[in-house]
DNA sequence: CTGAAAGCGCTTACAG
DNA sequence: CTGAAAGCGCTTACAG
């Protein structure tokens, strides 16, 4: 035992009948130790139940085992106080850490700043203090030219949750935003829909240019006209536009939008012009947090796969840390989620 | 510079022209400094932007500054993976981590089987792993004895979230639960309700068994008949029991539901049975999870303070780990949050 | 294939 | 009030 009650690395050794060194060997899964040894050392290990002192192995100068995710510092104190939960996070937990668990790693995640001077600030107090092992930067803090280049210079492995950006040399973890809108273009083709609209979010979001480039695609594959104008994810704009499209005597019988505050004011307009859905439109959402499972009907939607973004991300990273090849961008599926709110075109 | 690039205590004692280890008394806030020398430390450690290494702090035998609260596994993998968000890990996440890192610790959270044997087994990884200043037990795991025992036997400081507890010596950190079920009574006799029902949970939930008094309490103050049944907690026993209710003569103008899932049952029910709310019927919940406010209408609710508790418990385990003397247990401040589903009386 | 030595960056007694 | 010494539990070269 440890002069601090814990069992350490000189037990097993003792136990085993070998040094300190060897077992950190064994620990460590590097060759060169005869199978006979590396047995007997595996047993007492399991025997005693020895876990490694983390903080032991840092100073060593082996890794944390600690993956860093780095969040938008207000918008998640905002959600959080309003009480209206946090998807993302519980999402990015629920990807990272069963990710890093599975590894021996910790996921843990700071709130941080995106005013660049200050989030360098704060980004370099958890360098010092917990020296992770890699760091994730979700959104907008992936589109931060000031962090990347931090943690470049002290070159520390770092991913990117969102699409390539050339002036950022670091993996970029998205899905296939074309492709998303593509297969809720031919959701709704395959259902007999023809006037088909798409919602976009706004032109700053680059993710919505993906969008409207798989939509006209699909639209044109399927020798469709396509109809798109943007409503910034604001309720009130969505209402505004959904109105207008909605009297339009040649009106949309399918509205696919780019996010679901959007797709609920769309429900919102349509149920208070007396159109029933599905029956009379449908309707596809971009985003699928939990409130969709609220809507009447409840809002069929592409499912962005954040918690499986981000544990492709721990899964490079840990790679990174235990002296993996650089791997580059990752595209992670979508699911479109089947609820209520889309059916077979009206006649 | 340290060896591996980052400034160490070293660095900030030569530049102050002292030893390291009145670095770290001034670091540490320790007496036995001169003012001037602490001064010109202090100016070292802002000149050069000094965080220190807490692998090495905690290696030197101090503590680890790390907070570690456990949660239920099963149940919080459930949640997230049917993409429901969590209500629970979002509000704990929300006072926990804000707390400690007013104080430079940082809060983590791990996820641990309810069986005892297995739950032992991972604390005590974490134990080993992490060394942990604190514990926050969530749960069930606030109730689980095993735990408790492994907690006291190596005298780790740690506290509970829930109500106390008499086989288990740690603070209880809770709300007053039947303050609050008076609390709802009052909001409803205020508006002029007489018959006032309460749908308990479950006889097995402690909290439960205050609601009732509180609820008993209020009502033989304003002399009216109680009328308690209980329905788990689940939607279809609430919906079962909330259709007999509604159908008596003397149907109750207002119920107390003692969870969010039971209210939306009640709302549901009145709604198939044409019974307006709040205009010819009065719901308050106990809880208050985001879904709340997707309800039609909202729901008033006594709001548990997740957060505060949270929050509450993490300041203790700091001060325990600063030495501080242990503190008893915790009642935290609930909240009433009116929406639409309470109104006057029907006449 | 295995072990003796040195060191990581701190803190904790102990001297003075 | 301040500093020299020892040590925490590991890993990393380096010997053999």
Redesign the interface.
Same mark, same amino acid.
């Given at each position: 035992m440890g002069k601090? %009650? &814990?069992?350490t690395i000189e037990d097993v050794a003792k136990a085993a009948g070998v040094s300190r060194q060897t077992v950190s060997r064994v620990m460590n899964n590097k060759p060169g130790v005869k199978p006979a040894v590396r047995e007997r050392i595996e047993e007492a290990i399991a025997d005693l139940?020895?876990?490694?002192?983390?903080?032991?192995r840092?100073?060593g %100068?082996a890794r &944390?085992?600690l993956i860093m995710a780095i969040n938008d510092r207000q918008r998640t104190?905002e959600?959080? &106080?309003a %009480?209206?939960?946090? /998807?993302w996070? /519980?999402?990015m937990?629920?990807g990272g850490?069963?990710a890093c668990?599975k590894r021996g790693y910790?996921m843990?995640f700071e =709130?941080v700043d995106t005013e660049p001077d200050e989030a360098v600030?704060q980004v370099?107090?958890v360098? @010092? @203090? =917990?020296?992770p092992d890699g760091f994730i930067l979700t959104q907008p803090h992936s589109e931060n030219l000031a962090l990347a280049d931090l943690l470049t210079d002290?070159k520390r492995p770092f991913v990117r949750i969102g699409l390539p950006n050339e002036d950022i040399d670091a993996a970029a973890i998205h899905m296939d935003e074309a492709a998303a809108a593509e297969t809720a273009v031919r959701h709704l083709t395959d259902l007999g829909h023809e006037r088909i609209a798409l919602m976009a979010g706004s032109a700053e979001y680059r993710g919505s240019y993906y969008r409207k480039k798989g939509y006209r695609a699909a639209m044109e594959e399927a020798e469709l006209t396509p109809l798109i104008e943007a409503a910034e994810f604001h309720f009130e704009n969505a209402a505004q536009l959904a109105k207008e499209w909605l009297s339009r005597d040649d009106r949309p019988t399918a509205i696919i939008a780019e996010n679901d505050e959007m797709a609920f004011a769309i429900l919102h307009v349509a149920d208070a012009m007396g159109i029933e859905v599905p029956k009379s439109l449908s309707v596809i959402s971009f985003e /699928?947090?939990? %409130?969709v499972?609220? &809507?009447v009907p409840p809002l069929t939607a592409i499912?962005q796969p954040t918690?499986a973004m981000i544990a492709r991300g721990c899964e490079l990273l840990m790679d990174a840390a235990e002296g993996g090849a650089p791997e580059g961008d990752q595209v992670v599926p979508f699911e479109l989620i089947e609820r209520e709110t889309t059916g077979p075109a009206p006649e």
């Open positions: 601090r %009650g &814990s069992i139940g020895y876990v490694p002192n983390l903080a032991a840092r100073m %100068g &944390s085992f104190i959600n959080w &106080s %009480g209206r939960g946090n /998807d996070v /519980d999402q937990l629920y850490m069963l668990e910790h843990l =709130l600030r370099r107090r360098l @010092s @203090s =917990l020296q002290l /699928d947090t939990p %409130g499972r609220f &809507s499912r918690a």
